[in-house]
């Protein structure tokens, strides 16, 4: 092959990677998955739970959240305690709740409860924006903090 042929290949096959290149971020741009953030106040069922974000205040160098927690009448995994499910996102850092303090850790997540609990999680505190996070199974809901 000639040393034409070879560059007018590599030339198109540039090309090529390019309109495929913006063919995706074309497609990537009008995809509809989007994370909903909620507010405090709102309930959102999360796998077989349901959460909600009651209040937050800063108090000292903690954050404390009152959240409230309705678990499925069943299925629920032993020695599971409502403090566990949550978590938060503060300054681009994932932290788990504080297992010394909070309410939340006492309460276990036994499904036999009657109707919500609600116990405050208490987090330590960093600069940013800060979002709580509650998973349940494979599903995860957030809310945006007012603090």
Same mark, same amino acid.
């Given at each position: 092959?000639?040393?034409?042929?070879?560059?007018?290949?590599?030339?198109?096959?540039?090309?090529?990677?390019?309109?495929?290149?913006?063919?995706?971020?074309?497609?990537?741009?009008?995809?509809?998955?989007?994370? !909903?953030?909620? @507010?405090?106040?709102?309930?959102?069922?999360?796998? %077989?739970? #349901?959460?909600?974000?009651? =209040?937050? /205040?800063?108090?000292?160098?903690?954050v404390e959240?009152?959240?409230?927690?309705?678990?499925?009448?069943?299925?629920?995994?032993?020695?599971?305690?409502?403090? !566990?499910?949550? @978590?938060?996102?503060?300054?681009?850092?994932?932290? %788990?709740? #504080?297992?010394?303090?909070? =309410?939340? /850790?006492?309460?276990?997540?036994?499904?036999?409860?009657?109707?919500?609990?609600?116990?405050?999680?208490?987090?330590?505190?960093?600069?940013?924006?800060?979002?709580?996070?509650?998973?349940?199974?494979?599903?995860?809901?957030?809310?945006?903090?007012?603090?």
């Amino acid at each position: 092959m000639s040393t034409r042929r070879l560059i007018l290949t590599a030339m198109v096959c540039g090309v090529v990677i390019l309109i495929a290149g913006g063919a995706q971020l074309i497609r990537l741009s009008r995809s509809q998955d989007r994370v !909903e953030v909620l @507010s405090e106040g709102q309930a959102a069922v999360v796998g %077989a739970a #349901q959460a909600k974000v009651v =209040s937050s /205040r800063i108090t000292g160098q903690q954050v404390e959240v009152t959240v409230e927690v309705t678990p499925p009448a069943a299925g629920v995994t032993a020695g599971l305690t409502a403090a !566990e499910p949550w @978590s938060l996102l503060v300054g681009g850092t994932l932290v %788990a709740p #504080q297992t010394e303090a909070g =309410s939340c /850790r006492d309460r276990p997540l036994d499904g036999g409860t009657s109707g919500p609990i609600r116990c405050t999680v208490i987090f330590g505190v960093g600069p940013g924006t800060k979002t709580l996070a509650f998973r349940w199974g494979d599903t995860q809901r957030q809310w945006q903090l007012s603090v």
